[in-house]
């Protein structure tokens, strides 16, 4: 028998959110089948060590459009993204965390702008960020400036990972080469028609934040890396201007050594052997970055690998991993 393709996938990766589960999928169902179309929803498990699995196992008794996808381990947001977004089966896919804060009801606006407009992408993007610290709505608004500048000003400011896309827009995902890539900058790249939908982003509805500080310190640095030389450049540049000052340096030691006031210039001979250690320091940290990813793609590990899928009539291969 062959099954009828969804007009709609909606894709949640999750990890530990046994809590916040059943206020998603009472939330979530409510406004999906408000829709009158056929859908699945894909909830990629990424190596929950709750009960995560046990209760997604429940709600699909009562729920059979609710797909399991099941990674080995835990393997990070973005690589359960892109497991779940390479293994959806509707003709728009939507991609949601699981935390609430992006509200569901804002997937009907989405679906309904790209088929008027059509469009292949439609950014959530948050209209207010007041419910941020000072502190998160200052780094959020650098994160996305850098992002701009490095990548163009395709890349929308507050979008995170609420988007939808049309399954050309994930086809073309996946014949990229990149083993895991970071979404928010690759959909931008992919040049495709887009859109966007404002919302207000809520506080969490339970549990605790799966992306703290180190997570979030570690998405802007792959997202520089992997998008983008400039930090290659910068060091380039920082060797230039270490070569100037040494220059400036060496012309002073002449003139203090005719004027016999050598001894008196160790500080000068102090921080020139600081900065010329950082700069190096640095440098050779930056090339270490580039480097350590040349490795990873030579290597050719999968980001994931797919222990379970409920959907029985789903394709076992992936070609992106």
Known sequence: MVVAEPALSVVVPMFNEESVLPLLVSRLRGVLDGLG????????????TDNTLVALHAARRGWPQLRIVRLRRNSGHQAALLAGLMRARGAYVVSIDADLQDPPETIVDMLRLARSERLDIVYGVRGDRTVDTPFKR??????????RRLVGKQVPANAGDFRLLSRAAVEALRELPERTPVLRLVVPWLGFPSGEVTFLRAERA???TKYPMSRMMSLAADSVTSFSAAPLRVAT???????VVCGVLVVVAIIAFFLGATVSGWPSLYVAVLFLGAVQLLCLGLLGEYVARIYTAVQARPAYFIAEDTDASAELADSLR
Do not use: I
């Open 206 to 208: 339970a549990g605790r």
């Open 138 to 147: 200052w780094t959020a608004g650098l994160y996305y400036r850098l992002m």
């Open 237 to 243: 540049w920082l060797g230039l201007a270490g070569v």
């Open 37 to 48: 179309e056929p859908y699945e929803v894909v909830a990629v498990d990424d190596g929950s």
